[in-house]
């Protein structure tokens, strides 16, 4: 059974930065691709970013030049660093392992609120 556990939302001014991280209980080596998503109240859940097991990466339009995505394989760990952020990124962030490009296992999800 895959486990995904996310940390290191929070409260945070617009502007500000924050760090998530997604630990993997087993290999994430062996999820070619790995994604963070986010869902807003009363908004369908919504893609952010994807990275690929070689490192390569896809972004929402609404988060690029400002998220980065990145995975330690060795270490299980997929991270979003997000700068400059803006009240509408406000949500609840999840942590995705996927099977070909579709997402199957969920972590539980992250807080994340930007005042403004």
């Known amino acids: 059974q895959v486990q995904l556990v996310e940390s290191g939302g929070g409260l945070v001014q617009a502007g500000g930065s924050l760090r998530l991280s997604c630990v993997v209980s087993?290999?994430?080596?062996?999820?070619?691709?790995m994604g963070w998503y986010r869902q807003a109240p009363g908004k369908q859940r919504e893609l952010v970013a994807q990275?690929?097991?070689?490192?390569?990466?896809n972004y929402a339009d609404s988060v690029k030049g400002r998220f980065t995505i990145s995975r330690d394989n060795a270490k299980n760990a997929l991270y979003l660093q997000m700068n400059n952020l803006k009240p509408q990124d406000t949500a609840v962030y999840y942590c995705?392992?996927?099977?070909?490009?579709?997402?199957?296992?969920w972590g539980q999800g992250t807080q994340v609120t930007v005042s403004s």
């Open positions: 995705s392992a996927l099977l070909g490009w579709s997402p199957r296992y």
């Open positions: 087993g290999s994430i080596f062996s999820f070619n691709v």
């Open positions: 990275i690929t097991r070689g490192g390569s990466t």
